[in-house]
């Protein structure tokens, strides 16, 4: 049913609208067969970078590229893309039927080849018995895979989704997403699909692009963008509760140093950030007769949150800022308990003065003993 897959290639790509730039000299690669996820916050630029590869707005400088050719000259209909839209607008008085063979008529496509070709994408998205019906009595999210249809019909080489399930409430948004991650596997056609929701993103994307004012600032697997993040920005934006941050600086002895923890000497870096991931503390509640359990440090539980399965706490430090820990639910503890923490250092980060990655954390050379 499909054809080949084809790779989409941004080559340092600019637009600006008036004083904004809404996309900054993006390079971005997207494989054949790939379902590679844009996120970021609002206004980063992301359905801007959508419709500059749909053909939709020009870009300022640079070129995009879908397959083995340059499309700059290449007008929407000539790029074999299709893009399904946050608002998904079905012509309310056509049936599903005529919806999803709309685009084949205009396009000139005989009456028995729409009606075999709508035939057979209905089928593919379990649309066959609603194909009667009008968009007024379906559900959203069977107009959602009517609009998804309506794409795919026209069997494109690559398929761009802008926010498609922003309009759907919670459960149906988690089908809609397994569909279309089905679909893909089934399809095997490059998608490429935009979300500012970076727990959708993790979940949907093989690959995932990070975004922020206009730039790219790290393509990789779910994994690699959450465990290895490539600067301060991506390591805030993903992962929920987002990672604890500690401010650290070059001591006398040209050892980092902030709050309870002193790193090991000959740091070539004035000053530092440290990342901590919540679900990579672990606490013990300290009953005051007991030892100390050795712990990195120790702080008072300000608040603790039962999410049922685990709870998030939150605690008086170890800086100045508060941190939060996400411990299992058996971990008997209240506010106002003291806590001896420790940290999971092979599992932190470090970022320099200019928010870029520079590896793990050391284990401190010494813990605090308040
Ligand atoms: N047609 C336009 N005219 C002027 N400014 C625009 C235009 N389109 C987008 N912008 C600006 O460019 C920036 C990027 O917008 P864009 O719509 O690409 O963001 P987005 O990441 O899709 O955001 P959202 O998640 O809210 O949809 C924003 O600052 C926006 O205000
Ligand atoms: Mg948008």
Redesign the pocket.
């Known amino acids: 049913m499909t054809r080949e897959p084809r790779a989409v290639v941004l080559k340092r790509v600019r637009k600006r609208?008036?004083d904004?730039t809404?996309v900054a000299d993006v390079d971005l690669e997207v494989h054949p067969g790939e379902l590679m996820v844009l996120v970021?916050p609002?206004?980063?630029?992301?359905?801007?970078l959508l419709r500059l590869i749909a053909g939709l707005d020009e870009p300022d400088a640079g070129e995009v590229w879908i397959g083995d050719r340059c499309v700059d000259e290449v007008a929407p209909g000539g790029r074999d893309v299709a893009m399904v839209f946050q608002s998904y607008a079905l012509y309310p008085h056509m049936t599903v039927a005529e919806n999803l063979g709309f685009g084949l008529r205009v396009r000139g496509a005989g009456p028995a080849a729409t009606e075999a070709r709508v035939n057979e994408v209905a089928g593919v998205l379990g649309l066959r018995g609603l194909l009667s019906r009008r968009p007024g009595q379906l559900s959203g999210g069977q107009q959602q895979r009517v609009a998804l249809g309506r794409a795919m019909v026209r069997d494109p080489g690559v398929f761009l989704f802008d926010?498609p399930l922003s309009n759907l409430d919670a459960a149906l948004r988690l089908e809609t997403r397994d569909e279309i991650a089905a679909l893909h596997r089934r399809l095997g056609t490059t998608m490429i699909f935009v979300t500012?929701d970076q727990v959708e993103a993790l979940s949907l994307g093989q690959r995932v692009a990070v975004m922020d004012q206009g730039r790219v600032h790290q393509v990789g697997t779910p994994h690699e963008v959450y465990r290895r993040p490539a600067n301060l920005f991506v390591a805030g934006f993903v992962g929920s509760p987002p990672m604890n941050r500690l401010r650290l600086v070059r001591d006398r002895e040209g050892r980092l140093a902030g709050g309870p923890f002193v790193f090991p000497g000959g740091s070539p870096h004035r000053e530092a950030t440290l990342g901590v991931r919540p679900e990579d503390l672990t606490l013990a509640v300290v009953a005051p007769p007991d030892p100390d359990p050795n712990p990195e440090f120790t702080a008072t539980a300000l608040r603790v949150e039962s999410l049922g399965s685990e709870q998030r706490i939150r605690l008086d430090g170890p800086g100045e800022a508060a941190w939060v820990a996400r411990a299992p639910s058996a971990l008997h503890v209240t506010a106002g308990d003291r806590v001896a923490v420790s940290v999971a250092w092979e599992r932190t980060h470090l970022f320099g003065a200019d928010g870029g990655r520079i590896g793990a954390a050391p284990r401190p050379v010494r813990g605090s003993r308040p």
């Open positions: 609208f008036r904004v809404a970021g609002s206004g980063c630029g992301k359905s801007t926010e500012h």
